[in-house]
């Protein structure tokens, strides 16, 4: 019985479910409620029910619960970055499925980068013709989304309860736009669209007035398309030695008032912040929108940087998400285990635990942050070669990668951005995980399989260490070694505790029965 119940359920998103020898009850404050109660329903029944197609003879059993349950946060994203590597509209569609079985509900869509620009501009369609494409004819390398690919994914997310949230980067990273209208920068050059990752110093030009229409007009045909509340312009890491040496940008500062090329950014972020309030809309950035000059209209700030930004955020007056580059950047690896696949190197390993440890001020109406993302940047995989040369896995290597960098610390989000901090707890966390990569495979859904927990480590008499594990996956086998080299699902199987002279003898994985 599925029934919406704002009486019983007083917060937004908010569910109870109820079951007992007689029916399944599932009570919503709101649509978004009921659906959540859904998912937990999903994940309270056989994990077969995840199969697409007849499971065979499961019997449908769920266990008599009473569960009351509402999101912390209102904001729980990620980004899905499609402008460094193109993922066709089936693949945006599977990443969607995969946030809304965890509850996740904001899904910044980053479409535009110096290396493509991925959406259809009806006014402007070198945009697509020109700019979505790399390298030369005989390996030309990209792709779009048409306006109707958009509105057939934005139809599945809301089905979903999961908000798409166009981003628009400007002012730099937009370099694919400058190759296809070389009018938009500072200096009229011709450009390439990049086969390799790099950032371009080339920026808009902030002084022309057609530089200023043509956002005006890619701005307004974007949010008659998307229908959330929020558009992102990005907004990071310009280098503004373009700006500084623009007449036409350098007149704009100077009937402005301003000191500083740097401050042109927050100059624009107003005018567009205003353009955007008319049409009821939000306008969120990386936290550089905030910090670059004053911007009088209240703004949404991604904080990847420095998390000390939420205070300037609160200072200002504006608002922020935490989405740190130290703990919700996907795109690095989870370890320096041997055997890990190529990934971003500019910080440390995040590890599934560091990520679930990432400290976040409990959530009130008043709270300056808005909730927790993820993201996933795709310059790993932007036209090359060296990802797709692991032998191992079929096709579409680069989609089942990033679906292997996401899983598991999607979870790990997931938990941070729904609970409150004083509700976590790793140990637990990490034992309720175990039944959940059995539900992945039934997606047909890829991830990293996560090393044996060690359970204890204990000296012996001797000298020796005794090692005693337990599977991270349940009803994986463990294969290990005891003279330092690297196991295979060949090597000996573990059934009981193992004893080696010195601890950097023993080495062990964990291997996925094939379901």
């Known amino acids: 019985v599925l029934v919406l119940d704002t009486v019983a359920n007083k917060h937004s998103e908010g569910y ?3 079951v007992d020898k007689k029916s399944i009850r599932i009570s919503g404050a709101d649509e978004a409620g009921v659906f959540y109660g859904l998912q937990t329903l999903l994940q309270l029944l056989p994990e077969e029910v995840y199969r697409n197609r007849l499971a065979g003879q499961i019997k449908w059993v ?45 899904l910044q869509f980053h ?3 110096d290396s493509g620009w991925r959406l259809e501009i009806k006014k402007y369609l070198r945009l697509t013709e020109v700019g979505a494409w790399a390298g030369p004819d005989s390996r030309r390398l990209g792709g779009y989304y048409t306006q109707d690919d958009i509105r057939e994914i934005l139809e599945y997310a809301r089905l979903r309860q999961v908000e798409v949230i166009p981003e628009i980067e400007f002012p730099a990273h937009m370099l694919s736009a400058v190759v296809a209208y070389p009018w938009l920068g500072c200096t009229g050059k011709q450009h390439e669209v990049p086969d390799q990752h790099f950032i371009s110093r080339d920026l808009l030009c902030v002084g022309k007035e057609s530089s200023l229409q043509f956002l005006r007009d890619v701005l307004d045909e974007t949010v008659r398309l998307f229908p959330s509340s929020y558009i992102n312009i990005g907004g990071d890491e310009a280098v503004y030695t373009r700006w500084e040496e ?3 940008c350098q007149k704009v500062m100077k009937r402005e008032g301003l000191k500083k090329a740097s401050e042109l ?8 912040a205003e353009m955007m309030k008319e049409k009821n809309r939000t306008v969120v950035g990386w936290e550089e929108i905030f910090l670059r000059g004053d911007v009088k209209t209240p703004v949404v700030g991604l904080i990847w940087h420095n998390v000390r930004g939420t205070l300037l955020a609160t200072q200002r007056g504006h608002k922020a998400i935490l989405t740190p580059a130290t703990h919700m950047y996907f795109d690095f690896p989870e370890s320096r285990t041997p055997g890990e696949v190529k990934a971003a190197t500019w910080m440390p390993p995040i590890s599934l635990e560091k990520c679930y440890s990432m400290e976040i001020n409990d959530y009130s109406p008043e709270s300056t942050v808005l909730g927790v993302q993820g993201c996933f940047w795709s ?21 089942n990668y990033s679906e292997y960098f996401t899983f598991p610390r999607l979870w790990a989000l997931a938990e941070v951005a729904w609970c409150r901090q004083s509700d976590r707890n790793y140990a637990d966390f990490r034992r309720r995980l175990s039944h959940h990569f059995n539900r992945l495979d039934f997606k047909n859904c890829h991830y990293r399989v996560p090393e044996p927990v060690i359970e204890q480590m204990d000296p012996t008499a001797t000298g020796a260490i005794e090692f005693t594990l337990s599977p991270a996956v349940a009803d ?35 291997v996925i029965n094939p379901r």
């Open 111 to 113: 479409l535009i980068d």
């Open 62 to 106: 769920v266990p008599g619960v009473q569960i009351v349950d509402h999101p912390e946060r209102p904001w729980r994203g990620m980004m899905l970055d499609v402008a460094r590597y193109f993922y066709d509209k089936e693949f945006v569609k599977k990443f969607i499925d995969m946030m809304a079985m965890y509850k996740l509900n904001k």
């Open 16 to 18: 109870s479910l109820s």
């Open 246 to 248: 623009c007449p036409d």
């Open 265 to 272: 950014q927050g100059y624009l972020t107003n005018v567009v």
């Open 379 to 399: 310059d790993q995989f932007i036209y090359c070669t060296v990802m797709h040369e692991i032998d191992y896995l079929n096709e579409n290597r680069s989609e």
């Open 476 to 510: 994986a086998d463990i294969r290990y070694t005891t003279d330092g080299s690297y196991p295979t699902v060949h090597s000996p199987l573990y059934t009981t505790p193992v004893t080696v002279d010195d601890k950097s003898d023993f080495r062990a994985i964990t």
